[in-house]
C-alpha cells in the first residue's frame, strides 16, 4: 500500500480510509506479520486510539474486527473546529438567520467558481469525478473516486469542517449544490452516506439523468 507513515500510525490511517477491519487485512495493508499489526494495535488499544470486538459471520469462530474510536478519528483535524462553531453562533445571534445564510450562499458561489476552473479541462463526466476527489483530498476530505455498474461513486473518508456542518448543516447543502454545478447539467448527484447522520465517512453516487 505504500503507506508513507510511521508504523504505529499507518493502522488509524488504514482504519479511517477504508473502516473496520480483521487484524489479518490490516497486517496485509501494512505490509506486516499478522503478529506485527496485533502488536501495533494493541498499543493503540491502551491509549485509546483503537478497539475490537468480535463479529460472527455465519457459522465458525467469530471475528476480531478493529476500528477507531472517537478519540482516533480525532487525530484527523477537523479545520479550526472550536472558532469556527464560535464564529457561526456569533452571526446567528448578532446578525441573524439570513445574515447566515448569505455568508454560506457566498461561499458556495466561491465554491462553484473554483472547482469549475479546476473541471474545465476535463471532458467526461468520470475525468471530472476524478479530477474532483483529487481536489477534495487536497483540501483534506481523503477523496477516491470509483466507478461501477451504477455509474461514479466520489466518496470522503474524512471531513475536515465536521464540527462546522454539525453546527450548521447548511454547509452540507452548499457542498451538494457545488458538486452538482460544477459537474454539469444532466448529471444526477446524491449523497448516500453522511458522517453528520452516523455514516463512517460521505458518499456521493453521481449520474447521467
Known amino acids: 500500500m505504500n503507506i508513507n507513515l510511521p508504523d504505529n500510525e499507518k493502522a488509524i490511517w488504514i482504519l479511517k480510509k477504508e473502516g473496520d477491519l480483521p487484524l489479518k487485512e490490516i497486517a496485509q495493508m501494512m505490509e506486516v506479520t499478522v503478529e506485527g499489526a496485533r502488536f501495533h494495535l494493541l498499543k493503540l488499544a491502551g491509549e485509546g486510539l483503537v478497539k475490537s470486538e468480535?463479529?460472527?459471520?455465519?457459522?465458525?469462530?467469530p471475528q476480531q474486527i478493529w476500528s477507531l474510536t472517537a478519540r482516533g478519528?480525532?487525530?484527523f483535524p477537523d479545520a479550526h473546529a472550536e472558532l469556527t462553531v464560535n464564529m457561526i453562533q456569533m452571526i446567528r445571534e448578532t446578525l441573524g438567520e439570513e445574515a447566515l445564510e448569505s455568508i454560506i450562499k457566498t461561499h458556495e458561489q466561491k465554491g462553484e467558481a473554483r472547482y469549475g476552473?479546476?473541471?474545465?479541462?476535463?471532458?467526461?463526466?468520470?475525468?471530472?469525478?476524478?479530477?474532483?476527489a483529487e481536489i477534495r483530498?487536497?483540501?483534506?476530505?481523503?477523496?477516491?473516486?470509483?466507478?461501477?455498474?451504477?455509474?461514479?461513486?466520489?466518496?470522503?473518508?474524512?471531513?475536515p469542517i465536521c464540527a462546522a456542518a454539525?453546527?450548521?448543516?447548511?454547509?452540507?447543502r452548499s457542498e451538494l449544490n457545488i458538486f452538482r454545478s460544477v459537474l454539469g447539467q444532466g448529471v444526477k448527484v446524491k449523497r448516500v452516506e453522511h458522517i453528520?447522520?452516523?455514516a463512517r465517512r460521505c458518499a456521493y453516487r453521481i449520474s447521467v439523468e
Open 54 to 61: 468480535n463479529v460472527s459471520k455465519g457459522r465458525g469462530r
Open 73 to 75: 478519528h480525532a487525530r
Open 117 to 132: 476552473h479546476a473541471l474545465k479541462e476535463e471532458e467526461s463526466l468520470a475525468e471530472k469525478v476524478r479530477k474532483l
Open 137 to 159: 483530498t487536497k483540501e483534506g476530505y481523503m477523496a477516491e473516486y470509483f466507478e461501477d455498474e451504477q455509474g461514479h461513486l466520489l466518496v470522503e473518508n474524512h471531513c
Open 166 to 172: 454539525e453546527a450548521c448543516q447548511a454547509f452540507c
Open 196 to 198: 453528520i447522520k452516523g
